[in-house]
């Protein structure tokens, strides 16, 4: 049994790997354990490139809030937001504006945890512990009722979320009640694994993450473009992370299907 960390509440299971902790172990971070790291090795082998893929996608999560700061939004909430690293979302919003307000939102023990030792001392940004699919937790959880106000537009980040969602749980009337929510003007990030291209090696990865907390759902362009239909999306649609707003044409590359994800950013008319 690995040691546990002293900042860890008591009851995480260690010894079953999680997505955020795995995620935390493409990035480079430290706040992962043995069966994480054991778990993420074995994604490497099928899907080598996979710590590209997790800095591609962080990537698509920068553009994504600073095309929304430009937009003039000034509140972010970020659902599924992980262990904290370097670039998260409230540093980007609070280099532009200080003012900004930022909710992050996991499920995850050691993320919230961590985020909350992160956050300590910022009157303007916080961590909920809740689950997507528990909306009314989400919306109404205090420190989401004392930063956001839902009368004005907002920023709802889902970035490498919903593909963690089976179709069991009705991804679609989800995303739909957190659209019911918001004022026009709001804007939607959005990205989600995807085999269309890749599909032996992806479903390699799906295959071992049967046994993590996490269990992942690829989905077609098609099937992503429905699952956010009721957002305009803003151009140029439904595509692979590194062709949504590249910062220079290199930042593409040749091929940008081997980011195995698909990006988008909605806006609610």
């Known amino acids: 049994m690995e040691q546990r960390a002293d900042w860890l509440a008591e009851g995480v299971d260690l010894d079953k790997p999680s997505a955020a902790r795995c995620y935390d172990f493409y990035l480079g971070g430290a706040h992962n354990f043995a069966a994480d790291r054991e778990l993420g090795k074995k994604v490497l082998e099928v899907v080598p490139n996979v710590k590209e893929v997790a800095l591609n996608n962080r990537a698509f999560l920068r553009r994504a809030v600073r095309y929304c700061l430009d937009q003039g939004i000034r509140q972010f909430l970020d659902i599924g937001s992980g262990i904290p690293t370097a670039g998260n979302v409230h540093e980007i919003v609070h280099a532009v504006d200080p003012q900004a307000r930022v909710v992050y939102v996991d499920n995850e023990p050691v993320a919230v945890a961590h985020s909350r030792s992160i956050l300590e001392g910022n009157d303007n940004a916080t961590i ?138 909605g806006r609610k008319a």
């Open 128 to 265: 909920v512990q809740a689950d997507l699919l528990d909306v009314a937790d989400v919306l109404e959880a205090a420190e989401t009722r004392r930063m956001l106000d839902f009368s004005q537009p907002v920023a709802v980040m889902m970035v490498a979320l919903l593909h963690f969602v089976p179709d069991s749980a009705n991804p679609r009337e989800v995303i739909l009640q957190y659209y019911d929510k918001l004022a026009p003007g709001s804007y939607l990030g959005f990205s989600h694994v995807t085999g269309e291209e890749f599909p032996e090696g992806v479903q390699g990865l799906v295959k071992l993450y049967e046994n993590s907390t996490n269990p992942v759902t690829l989905r077609t362009r098609a099937e992503v473009a429905e699952l956010v239909s009721d957002f305009e999306l803003v151009e140029p649609g439904v595509v692979y992370v590194p062709e949504w707003h590249p910062d220079s044409p290199e930042d593409v590359g040749e091929r940008p299907e081997e980011s195995i994800v698909y990006g988008l950013v």
